[in-house]
């Protein structure tokens, strides 16, 4: 069902500009210019987590501390290799995209674990960053209790996402 | 906080991999990397470029626009500090709208109009007003029904349906974010 999904979205897209008498090549050519701005402004953060992330991964000082804390997982039935994921989800969204692709490298996108991630990735925002970038720019110093109910959403979504999948899947 | 988790990242992994002998692995693992950077920069570069194109069409007749204003009318009862047809709605709105077609790029320039206007509301001006944090609320869920980029990686490791994670993400982020709205209703009454 989920196939239909996006072509339907672009056909749709694509019928009401073309009833209301849009160029719509031209509109398409356009905004898809700006991908380039988009891509140079991602691209050192993305170059800077994935190296750093992959190094940490690779280090295997994670596994020392996630067996640790094994017995609290299992009670979550939160696979231990998506812990990671879940802790870093709030705090740098192109770090937990890196921890995505190497999930999705190592255990394969339709695999139990690639959907989880992938949901976790794709259902909550980067919580530190929107406050910073937001709140930055108005000269906000005072945040009184945004984290809090940011971080509270952001627990519910990777629950939630858990939730979700064991039941799709 | 990202300069800091950066540096965690790296001397935690180079010492433990130091103390652990597992130094050579590091080493093949900072050039692997930055191959695993190339693919995916241009990977994603390929797919935002046709979202943001299709998008763009969507703007330009006058779509987004259309949705913001049947937006407005929700956003009366999320956002009640807000006065009426206060020009603050349409910025939430399409700001709302643009993330829910995962096109973040458009959603944050909106976001920040957005921010700059409920700060012209706003009595102290260094203090987060009750609707900011709730518009952030609603951002840092993530209410999203297209993630574009987590798609986009799906396509890139070869999934067989890479959109069949949709229906699971739409539920979760759609429970993350009323679970947000409680939670900065109860704190908003608590700190009154």
Not at chain 2, 31 to 39: K, M
Not at chain 2, 59 to 75: E, F, H, I, T, W
Request: charged share 15%; glycine share 6%; proline share 4%.
């Amino acid at each position: 069902m989920s196939s239909f999904f996006i072509p339907m979205l672009i056909f749709l897209v694509i019928l009401y500009a073309s009833l209301k008498k849009i160029n719509v090549y031209d509109s398409f050519t356009e905004g898809s210019t700006e991908s380039f701005g988009m891509i140079l402004k991602l691209f050192p953060s993305m170059l800077a987590m994935i190296v750093a992330v992959n190094v940490f991964l690779k280090s295997g000082i994670l596994e020392a501390f996630i067996s640790l804390i094994e017995p609290i997982l299992k009670l979550l039935y939160l696979p231990s290799e998506v812990l990671p994921m879940a802790i870093i989800r709030p705090i740098s969204g192109s770090s937990s995209l890196a921890i995505l692709n190497n999930i999705l490298t190592n255990h394969g996108p339709d695999s139990f674990l690639g959907r989880l991630a992938s949901v976790m990735q794709g259902s909550t925002d980067t919580t530190f960053y929107v406050l910073t970038l937001y709140f930055g720019s108005v000269g906000i110093k005072k945040i009184r209790y945004s984290l809090w109910a940011g971080l509270f959403a952001d627990l519910i979504g990777i629950l939630s996402s858990i939730l979700f999948v064991h039941l799709f899947f | 906080m990202i300069n800091k988790l950066w540096i965690f990242f790296l001397l935690s992994g180079i010492l433990y991999a130091f103390f652990t002998g597992n130094m050579e692995v590091i080493n093949k693992e900072i050039t692997a990397s930055l191959n695993t950077v190339f693919t995916m920069c241009t990977q994603i570069f390929v797919v935002m470029a046709l979202w943001l194109g299709i998008m763009r069409i969507a703007k330009d007749a006058g779509l987004l626009d259309m949705l913001s204003r049947k937006l407005s009318k929700v956003l009366k009862v999320i956002f009640p500090e807000i006065p009426e047809n206060h020009e603050s709605f349409s910025f939430i709105a399409s700001n709302i709208i643009a993330n829910f077609f995962g096109l973040g790029s458009a959603a944050t320039p909106f976001g920040l109009k957005a921010m700059k206007s409920l700060q012209t509301l706003n009595q102290k001006k260094d203090t987060a007003s009750r609707s900011m944090i709730t518009f952030l609320v609603i951002n840092t869920s993530g209410l999203t029904i297209v993630p574009t980029t987590v798609i986009s990686l799906r396509m890139l490791h070869k999934s067989a349906n890479p959109t069949d994670i949709l229906i699971p993400t739409i539920l979760a982020t759609v429970c993350a974010t009323i679970a947000g709205l409680i939670m900065d209703r109860i704190l908003a009454r608590r700190s009154r």
